[in-house]
């Protein structure tokens, strides 16, 4: 590849970047539905035919956005699936990694809360082929300690959307409880004007570059689940109450799943 053409991917790469923060930030106050095209590309700073060098439609660009925001998300908590043993100390490790990846990106969170059940098709279905995908690994890490129980496939399938969509509940409530922990008035997902928001204060391409590829590369992610933990001490009020009940939730199931099978 000639320094020129190297040069072009990575302006390429970098306006995709800047695009998809952009759109970030403008869901913060509305749906994917109502977003305008134009407004995207008048935040970047590029022209509106620039937009399609990068994305078909806003459909299109939607559906990128649920991977990005979804994907980190599911590496950690396969992570914790893997790495540890016991029901509590699972549930320990979900609720943490949780409530820290909503710090730390609530924009994506409120993205998913609002667009899941949103007015562009191809997003709720990118959505649900992605929390779909999710149970599948979910269930393939319960399969090796309840087959042998005599749990068929189904069930355990079920048991992993179980906790695939309460890990969705408790996130949309850590959002709401940090941000209501921040005095935002009506605090919820399509709130959160007290939220540090996605490329602010940026409008345009070079300013955006500054930042741009991180998230390329996948810089700024959550780190090894020992880190996640320390955001503990700076809880709120009600994001205790949100991770007290998350983990009652969890027992709950955890218990029903040891007897699901008597009689």
């Not at 106050?29 to 095209?37: A, F, I, K, P, R």
């Not at 995908?133 to 079920?158: K, N, Y």
């Amino acid at each position: 590849m000639s320094h020129t053409s190297g040069v072009r991917q990575a302006q390429k790469a970098k306006t995709r970047r800047a695009l998809m923060d952009a759109a970030l930030r403008l869901l913060e106050d509305q749906s994917l539905s109502s977003l305008g095209l134009r407004e995207v590309t008048r935040a970047v700073g590029v022209a509106p035919a620039a937009f399609y060098r990068h994305f078909r439609d806003l459909s299109d660009l939607g559906v990128t956005l649920v991977e990005e925001c979804l994907g980190s998300l599911h590496h950690m908590i396969r992570a914790i699936l893997a790495d540890q043993d016991g029901d509590e100390e699972r549930i320990d490790a979900t609720v943490e990694a949780v409530a820290e990846h909503v710090r730390r990106y609530p924009a994506h969170i409120r993205f998913i809360a609002r667009e899941r059940h949103g007015g562009v098709r191809a997003v709720r279905e990118a959505i649900a082929a992605e929390l779909g995908g999710f149970a599948d690994e979910v269930a393939a890490a319960f399969a090796p300690s309840l087959s042998p129980e005599g749990w068929p496939p189904e069930d355990v399938r079920m048991l992993a959307e179980l906790y695939v969509d309460h890990m969705v509940m408790t996130a949309t409530a850590f959002l709401e409880a940090q941000a209501a922990g921040r005095g935002v008035p009506g605090a919820g997902p399509g709130v959160g004007q007290g939220e540090p928001r996605v490329g602010q204060g940026e409008p345009g391409v070079g300013q955006e570059e500054a930042r741009g590829g991180q998230d390329e590369a996948g810089a700024g992610r959550p780190g090894p689940l020992a880190d996640l933990r320390e955001a503990r001490p700076g809880r709120s009020e009600d994001e205790r109450r949100v991770a007290a009940t998350a983990r009652k939730q969890l027992l709950l199931i955890s218990l029903g799943r040891r007897h699901w099978r008597d009689g």
